[in-house]
């Protein structure tokens, strides 16, 4: 089987549910090169990943062979996704592989995807249609074949009246405005053209169609780009939405580990921001786990969990030793922070005890009050963790296992793009939920050159690596991702 999906124009909020869930389940992905980075995260790990992007003047792999291809992988066996941008069928020549398909007996589905025609100029603040200006909208290739000219009807567009939507065409766009002026528009007409539409970096540019080429020479447009021609772009300025929010243009390195950085990307992502999401660390659970099957003999009051990993670690090593979390009956338990007892909320636990702060030292002096004189704590967490927890409190007379269950180390295949993207001074901050990501964040940018870049933290000890590494820090107010985010707000609204 073999389905076309559309990616849509951006990231992964406007890829259909459909489209999510076929790459979900695909063995081989098939993409072009305007796919974004969030999208392709959904390929399982497993998969056969192509590239077949195409850039203007430059085929990374001719149509023909692209059909060929289809047809190969998905006589292995298989779901086969071909992954396109925007929509299969709207200038995508979705129809000319599902044609071929067809013709060597593959089956194949499509999972149609939403347009750039429609979603560029929405994020520009263009309704294609309104009622007070116009009544239809015609959506046109400029791209034409094989460096020939374009053939394009513009008498017939102009006497339509409505808003002209040309695609694949920045190129050509003193070609485009020159055939609608030739065939008697009014050469006051507003016009736009919006480059990057629906991205976190969507430039725009909005004149009239006789000046909108100069006006665009002057900006530096440049593909991917959709022009816009009608009496709706006078709208832009009044209800561009995309544009005015406060994290528009800039760009933030999530550095947390890949299943954990969805929350605090998506709160980003909705304030306008691009994330590129560069896990820095990953958990792996030690293979000796001696230390927990001599823990299990003792007696404790409370077990401690300090990070959500923590309490999938602590679940997933009683598995491999023969136990479940039947193992901790009798203790209370321990949450770092808010997020940590939500976890423990999915395996059925609640915890007893939660610190006003989300921090280690303020879990020690939660637990001071509350553990008994003489008492006993198991603390389930990473090697490598901060000291000053099970000092304070063996200090205080509290008996305190420190069971290590897993090491955070940076990823075994590096931090792909990260350091490109640094080169090229386009990171504007970075995100750090624990010194371990600070780290690992450090090692993967190695003779980069940080001075320019803010190192938000969400805490005091997180802090204190990042200084360490010569980073110029900003710390959240609480140890929460809400107050993360806020505090990155913050720090980039004063660039």
Known sequence: MVTLVGAGPGGRGLLTIAGAEALRQADVVIYDRLVSADILALIPENAVRVDAGKENSRHTLPQEEMNELLVKYARGGGNVVRLKGGDCF????????????????????????????????AFAGIPVTHRDFCASVHIVTAHAKKNGPLKIDYESLV??????????????????????????IEPDTPAAVVENGARPNQRKAVSTVAALPE????????????????????????????????????????????ERAGSLSQKLRALGAEVLECPCIES?????LS????????????????????????????????????????MKLAATGKATAEVLAEYGLTADLIPGTYDGAHL???????????????LLRAAGGSPELPERLRKAGITAADIRLYDTRPPAGGVPGLRERLAAGTVDAAAFTSAST????????????????????????????????GLTVKIAKNATIDDLTN?????LSDV
């Open 90 to 121: 709207l200038f995508g020549r979705g129809g000319e592989e599902c044609e071929f398909l067809k013709l060597h007996g593959i089956p194949f589905r499509v999972v149609p995807g939403v347009t750039s025609a429609l979603a560029a100029p």
């Open 364 to 378: 020690a002096e939660a637990l001071l009050k509350e553990v008994p004189d003489g008492g006993a704590v198991l």
């Open 487 to 491: 505090c990155i707000l913050e720090v």
């Open 284 to 288: 792996v659970l030690r293979t000796d």
């Open 215 to 258: 006006r665009a020479r002057e900006m530096t447009l440049k593909s991917p780009a959709v022009i816009v021609v009608g009496r709706v772009c006078t709208l832009s300025g009044a209800i561009d939405w995309f544009t005015p929010l406060p994290l528009h243009g800039k760009t933030i390195a999530v550095t947390r580990p890949k």
């Open 291 to 330: 230390e927990l099957r001599g823990a299990l003999g003792g007696v404790f009051d409370w077990a401690v969990f300090t990070s959500p990993t923590g309490v999938r670690m602590a679940v997933r090593a009683l598995r491999e030793i023969g136990h479940d979390l039947r193992a901790l009956y009798g």
């Open 438 to 469: 600070v780290r690992g964040f450090l090692q993967a940018a190695q003779g980069c050159d940080l001075s320019g870049l803010a190192a938000v933290c969400i805490g005091q000890q997180t802090a204190r690596e990042a200084e360490r590494g």
């Open 159 to 184: 006497r339509l009246r409505g808003t002209l939507v040309f695609l694949m065409g920045v190129t050509a766009l003193s070609e485009v405005c020159a055939g609608l002026l030739a065939a008697g």
